[in-house]
Structures are given as structure tokens and as C-alpha cells.
């Protein structure tokens, strides 16, 4: 009962706030016919999608871009996914088998798709195992407790030490967190890295590209273009493509 009254009364301000609702409603009740039952106790009231332009997160459109085709141009046996978008380990899929891990396991069921339990301090695989892996906008959260995680400062370096343990040699780690001009926490969400940062906690590892994601507007920039346009940047995307040697 207290969930209809909620969402009653968020309906109703809606409504209240986007008096073009009203009038669009009256002009299509007036054109309507019997194909459709319409009544104006089912409105659900969409106010911000009138634009002009289709709107997106640069973050994640872009990034499971970028690893998407790293994938196809890596073509691997079968890919590891730490706990990124579901979305990337779901389309990629249809070509390549996907093995997600998260330690919050999604109950999604298709083919070439499995999905089970991981904890990224602790990952369930042997030394030098996985030939092809990702972890991407995962790693800044770890340790803050937004997931119900434990509170750990160093959680992320523990989780990166994981990462790198279970990389086979000529191994392939697509890798992804924010990046800016300055290392900073915005508690609880996350963590905002530098790319000196990355490069030095992967230094055992070849970086075999940088991409990056600014944060405002524009398609992704890569190489000197991209370490240039970072010193500028608050919250951009990192993308970083890492051999192991």
C-alpha cells in the first residue's frame, strides 16, 4: 500500500511539473481508438527525454566500445570478465565464450555465457592461468564499501596484485577506471586515478595501448593525444591495454 501512495505522489508531481504531459495526453486521447486501453490512471509520466540529441554515459558507451574490439582483435579461446558491464560480457558473447565474475554473481542465462562467484582479493584461479582478462570500471570501488564490500584504503592495490597473479605469460588485460589530472577518493563511489598512477602499479606489464574517455564531450583520443588532454581532465576514462611479459 505505502509503495502505491509513493508512487502515486511521484507520479503526480511529474504530471504537476511537465504540464506538456497533460496536453500531449488530451491531443492523443483525441486521436486514439479501441486498438489500446488509455486512462489516465496508467500514466507513467517520461519528462526528460525530449531532446534533441540521444543522450548517453561517455563512460561506459565508450569504454565496452573500445574493449569490444580489443576482444575481436585478440580472439581469444574464451575471455575472464571481472565484474565489468554486464552489458560487454553479454554482447561479446556471441562471438567469444564469456566467463563473468563477480561477487555479486548475475542471474543471466545465455549461451557461451557463465556467471559465478568471485572475490577480486581472492580470485578462484591459479598462478598464470588466464589468457585473456578484464577488469574494467571495477577497481576504483573496491574497499569503499558501496557494494557491501569490506572498508580496505588498499583494497584496489590488493586487487590489482590478483590480477597481474593470475595473467598468463603474454597474457591480455583490458583494464579501465577514471582517470584525472589528481589522485582523489570521491567517497563512497569511487576512485579517481592518474595515469602515472596506472603506469606504476602495472609496471611489470606492457601498456600495448592508452585510451582515453574525456569527460565532457568528444570521442575517445589515444597515445600522446591522450596523455596530453589528461592534464586537463577531472573525471575522464582511462583505457589501458596491458601485456604481461
Given at each position: 500500500?505505502?509503495?502505491?501512495?509513493?508512487?502515486?505522489?511521484?507520479?503526480?508531481?511529474?504530471?504537476?511539473?511537465?504540464?506538456?504531459i497533460l496536453k500531449d495526453f488530451?491531443?492523443?486521447n483525441k486521436k486514439s481508438n479501441d486498438r489500446f486501453q488509455l486512462s489516465f490512471y496508467d500514466f507513467y509520466p517520461c519528462i526528460t527525454d525530449k531532446t534533441t540529441e540521444t543522450n548517453f554515459d561517455r563512460h561506459y558507451i565508450y569504454h565496452t566500445s573500445w574493449a569490444a574490439r580489443k576482444l575481436k582483435e585478440i580472439n581469444p579461446e574464451y575471455h575472464v570478465d571481472i565484474s565489468s558491464s554486464l552489458f560487454?560480457?553479454?554482447?561479446?558473447?556471441?562471438?567469444?565464450?564469456?566467463?563473468?565474475?563477480?561477487?555479486?554473481?548475475?542471474?543471466?542465462?545465455?549461451?557461451?555465457?557463465?556467471?559465478?562467484?568471485?572475490?577480486?582479493?581472492?580470485?578462484?584461479?591459479?598462478?598464470?592461468s588466464i589468457n585473456s582478462l578484464?577488469?574494467?570500471?571495477?577497481?576504483?570501488?573496491?574497499?569503499?564499501?558501496?557494494?557491501?564490500?569490506?572498508?580496505?584504503?588498499?583494497?584496489?592495490l590488493k586487487a590489482i596484485a590478483e590480477l597481474k597473479r593470475v595473467l598468463s605469460k603474454n597474457g591480455n588485460l583490458l583494464f579501465v577506471v577514471p582517470v584525472g589530472s589528481k589522485a582523489k577518493i570521491e567517497f563512497n563511489a569511487h576512485r579517481i586515478y592518474t595515469f602515472d598512477l596506472i603506469k606504476e602499479y602495472f609496471s611489470d606489464l606492457i601498456l600495448k595501448e592508452f585510451a582515453l574517455i574525456p569527460e565532457n564531450?568528444?570521442?575517445?583520443?589515444?597515445?600522446?593525444?591522450?596523455?596530453?588532454?589528461?592534464?586537463?581532465?577531472?573525471?575522464?576514462c582511462g583505457c589501458f591495454w596491458f601485456i604481461k611479459k
Amino acid at each position: 500500500m505505502k509503495k502505491t501512495i509513493k508512487k502515486t505522489i511521484k507520479k503526480t508531481i511529474k504530471i504537476v511539473l511537465s504540464p506538456f504531459i497533460l496536453k500531449d495526453f488530451f491531443l492523443f486521447n483525441k486521436k486514439s481508438n479501441d486498438r489500446f486501453q488509455l486512462s489516465f490512471y496508467d500514466f507513467y509520466p517520461c519528462i526528460t527525454d525530449k531532446t534533441t540529441e540521444t543522450n548517453f554515459d561517455r563512460h561506459y558507451i565508450y569504454h565496452t566500445s573500445w574493449a569490444a574490439r580489443k576482444l575481436k582483435e585478440i580472439n581469444p579461446e574464451y575471455h575472464v570478465d571481472i565484474s565489468s558491464s554486464l552489458f560487454f560480457s553479454s554482447i561479446t558473447s556471441a562471438f567469444i565464450p564469456i566467463k563473468f565474475f563477480d561477487y555479486r554473481p548475475a542471474d543471466l542465462i545465455l549461451n557461451n555465457f557463465e556467471s559465478k562467484y568471485a572475490d577480486l582479493l581472492n580470485l578462484p584461479f591459479e598462478d598464470n592461468s588466464i589468457n585473456s582478462l578484464s577488469c574494467m570500471h571495477v577497481l576504483e570501488h573496491i574497499g569503499l564499501g558501496r557494494y557491501g564490500d569490506d572498508i580496505d584504503y588498499d583494497g584496489d592495490l590488493k586487487a590489482i596484485a590478483e590480477l597481474k597473479r593470475v595473467l598468463s605469460k603474454n597474457g591480455n588485460l583490458l583494464f579501465v577506471v577514471p582517470v584525472g589530472s589528481k589522485a582523489k577518493i570521491e567517497f563512497n563511489a569511487h576512485r579517481i586515478y592518474t595515469f602515472d598512477l596506472i603506469k606504476e602499479y602495472f609496471s611489470d606489464l606492457i601498456l600495448k595501448e592508452f585510451a582515453l574517455i574525456p569527460e565532457n564531450s568528444g570521442g575517445m583520443v589515444f597515445g600522446d593525444v591522450a596523455l596530453a588532454k589528461i592534464k586537463k581532465e577531472n573525471h575522464a576514462c582511462g583505457c589501458f591495454w596491458f601485456i604481461k611479459k
